[in-house]
């Protein structure tokens, strides 16, 4: 079946440093990549939706320039915490669309655990 | 707006018991339902899906029915067995497609 990774797994880093975690979808392409968060004992939230060589389109309540979101080949996307503090610590998790497959298909990568320190 | 809730884990269950995973869900017309699993260290799995009322998703021995007169998507198992141990999403898509809106998640344990 479809495989999504996500690199780290986990990363713990100090408040006001920037932390990169990758998502790739390892034996497909995907034309649509989506970032969520998921808060303990929570649902998993959609942050954003990524497209292949275009802009991401970020949720209400968002933040952009805190998120930065990258979708720069169709097997990778990157999302970047900037100047991340407590309050950002959260499990992410992103999932991938295949090239050409219904809305309903999403493959889900295992999750980062972001701690900041 | 769109909206999961899902009974609340853990739920811990000795081999070969019968499982019930509540899930009810506030939409606008007629969303698509959805449950997933998720097992340790990996990512989520489409379990099951149904896409109008009355339609039943099957997967694994796992069933859920589209339930809109109750606005409800129970997730069952006859016989669960400790493999089946993982954590389960209810989630929906609304009718006129957009993004997944997703419970809480319901944490199962299946002892031997």
């Known amino acids: 079946g479809a495989v999504v990774s996500q690199h780290p797994s986990w990363v713990i880093c100090k408040s006001g440093t920037s932390v990169k975690i990758e998502c790739r979808s390892l034996d497909f392409q995907a034309t649509t990549m989506f970032w969520y968060r998921q808060f303990p004992k929570q649902s998993l939230m959609l942050m954003a939706t990524?497209?292949?060589?275009?802009?991401?389109?970020?949720e209400q309540g968002v933040e952009k320039d805190k998120f930065l979101i990258n979708h720069a080949s169709l097997t990778l996307s990157t999302l970047t915490v900037t100047s991340a503090h407590p309050e950002d610590s959260s499990f992410y998790i992103c999932?991938?669309?295949?090239?050409?497959?219904?809305?309903?298909?999403?493959?889900f990568g295992p999750g980062t655990r972001l701690t900041v320190l | 707006g769109n909206s999961v809730t899902q009974m609340e884990g853990p739920v811990t269950l000795s081999e070969e018991a019968f499982l019930t995973i509540n899930c009810t869900y506030t939409a606008t017309g007629y969303p698509s339902l959805f449950w997933y699993v998720q097992y340790p260290g990996e990512g989520l799995q489409l379990l099951l899906k149904?896409?109008?009322?009355?339609d039943k998703g099957s997967n694994k021995g796992f069933e859920a029915t589209y339930r809109k007169e109750t606005t409800s998507f129970h997730l069952e198992k006859g016989s669960v067995q400790v493999s089946d141990s993982a954590v389960y999403f209810c989630?929906?898509?609304?009718?006129?497609?957009?993004?997944?809106?997703f419970g809480q998640g319901t944490e199962l344990s299946v002892k031997p």
């Open positions: 999932s991938a669309r295949p090239h050409h497959r219904a809305a309903d298909t999403q493959y």
């Open positions: 990524s497209n292949e060589g275009s802009k991401a389109t970020y």
């Open positions: 149904a896409t109008k009322a009355d």
């Open positions: 989630a929906l898509r609304g009718n006129q497609g957009g993004k997944l809106i």
